[in-house]
């Protein structure tokens, strides 16, 4: 056991200088073996300007890790009889009301948890400025009502925020719990992200918290140690319901373990010898096999590293991978094919503005996108609104391209006469702005 905590001990210069490279201020890991506990450690400030450490019990936002609890909550209701599994949406929630009727007919809260209904992802519709969210919790059924289906219903994987924010609204009607917000604490880490040069630029904290749309996907915060101890719980929850062929543990509110860690549909399409799929918040992945598929990472590498190179057979091990990858060197190439490419954005916008206007080619893109706290999106489109006209010559919509899965763009219809100045109202009266209204 010792051995394995000095190895950990010894890669504590490597993540740090991992963290230096990208920028990242502060970090806190930690190991579980066997079972239990072996290995805490953190890393810079949770707090940069007043130079405070993090430790193991500091607060972070967790973002997509949220999924996990969220399938728990609904585990619970399943193990409580409250829903199945296969149970329709819309049985439980009658204003899910897809334009598909595939979807609107058959899609179940496991099609949604897996990523499975092949709507699109759409997140630039949530997500603002400031890492705020710009349409309140009460309209997420309308919304995910109108996502375009890009894939075949139940054929192909795609990650979308939108299935976990349907699971919070279930959780809610089925319980009768409504989420809070949670206590106010000291121990909580700032918020940062890393400028061009990587330096870290202080914003306000996500505003994706208990009680408000995205809760369920991204909304979470917590601890290593509580992260910890319910991985430990998990694990046992799962060793105990696996053998035993059952779906609940004597003394563990962990339910329906088993549906939650099995794989439900794989990432890809194409056939693969190794698996690599979804489980209901978690990614399996048979190693050898590349980890954190998901997320900025691969947008910047030319393929994300094998863990396992050199197995004999397919296992987990990490520390005694036969061929070892460089971490350090891969986040310098990270951060060399990041620059590069914010670099290429700015200068293909500059190609594109039109003449005598204003020459901006010296634009650091990446640096106004941090510093307004906004999701980077690394593609030349997504910065271009292409403007329209109508019958009458005035402009009257906007095509924006935020959305891979949506190549040729969406159309934003502007509203006019008595229904603009209704809708301006309604939109002012619950904080919103924008008087565009979204037309698939």
């Known amino acids: 056991m010792q051995s394995i905590v000095d190895r950990l001990q010894a890669l504590s210069k490597v993540i740090a200088e991992i963290c230096r490279i990208s920028g990242t201020p502060g970090a806190s890991i930690g190991v579980l073996h066997e079972g239990k506990v072996i290995y805490t450690h953190n890393y810079g400030y949770h707090n940069v300007e007043s130079s405070i450490p993090p430790d193991e019990n500091t607060i972070y936002h967790i973002a997509s890790l949220s999924k996990s609890f969220t399938a728990v909550c609904i585990a619970i209701l399943v193990e409580e009889g409250k829903i199945s599994w296969d149970t329709p949406v819309r049985d439980i929630l009658p204003d899910f009301k897809h334009v598909n009727p595939t979807i609107n007919n058959k899609a179940t809260i496991l099609d949604l948890m897996s990523h499975r209904t092949g709507l699109a992802s759409k997140n630039m519709l949530w997500l603002r400025d400031y890492a705020g969210v710009q349409l309140p919790q009460n309209e997420t059924l309308q919304m995910v009502s109108y996502l375009e289906t890009v894939f075949d219903f139940r054929k192909q994987w795609l990650y979308s925020n939108w299935g976990y924010a349907v699971a919070d609204q279930i959780i809610q009607r089925l319980s009768g719990q409504i989420t809070e917000h949670s206590p106010k604490i000291e121990n909580v880490a700032r918020a940062y992200m890393a400028l061009f040069d990587g330096t870290p630029h202080h914003l306000p904290r996500p505003s994706v918290v208990d009680g408000v749309i995205m809760a369920g996907a991204v909304g979470i915060q917590s601890s290593v140690a509580d992260l910890l101890t319910y991985s430990q719980k998990l694990m046992q929850a799962a060793d105990d319901q696996f053998s035993r062929n059952t779906t609940s543990t004597e003394g563990s509110p962990l339910k329906q373990v088993p549906t939650l860690l099995e794989n439900h549909i794989n990432l890809s399409p194409e056939p693969s010898e190794l698996e690599r799929s979804y489980a209901l918040g978690w990614i399996r992945t048979e190693l050898p096999g590349p980890l954190g598929t998901i997320g900025l990472n691969p947008m910047y590498v030319e393929a994300m590293p094998l863990v396992g190179k050199g197995l004999q057979e397919p296992q987990l091990t990490i520390l005694d991978n036969p061929e070892p990858n460089d971490y350090v060197e891969l986040a310098r190439k990270s951060v060399e094919t990041s ?48 403007f329209g006209q109508g019958e009458d ?48």
């Not at 293909?348 to 510093?371: C, F, G, H, K, W």
């Not at 509203?415 to 702005?433: D, F, N, P, V, Y």
């Open 339 to 386: 620059n590069a490419l914010w670099s290429q954005i700015a200068e293909e916008l500059n190609n594109l503005r039109i003449p005598d206007t204003p020459d901006e080619s010296s634009l650091n893109i990446l640096d106004l996108t941090t510093t307004r706290g906004l999701f980077p999106m690394a593609r030349t489109e997504y910065y271009i609104v292409a």
């Open 393 to 440: 010559g005035r402009i009257d919509h906007i095509v924006w391209k935020h959305d891979p899965s949506v190549p040729e763009g969406e159309t934003f219809k502007r509203l006019s006469g008595s229904a603009a100045e209704k809708e301006l109202l309604l939109r002012a009266s619950k904080g919103k702005e924008d008087v565009l209204e979204a037309k698939g």
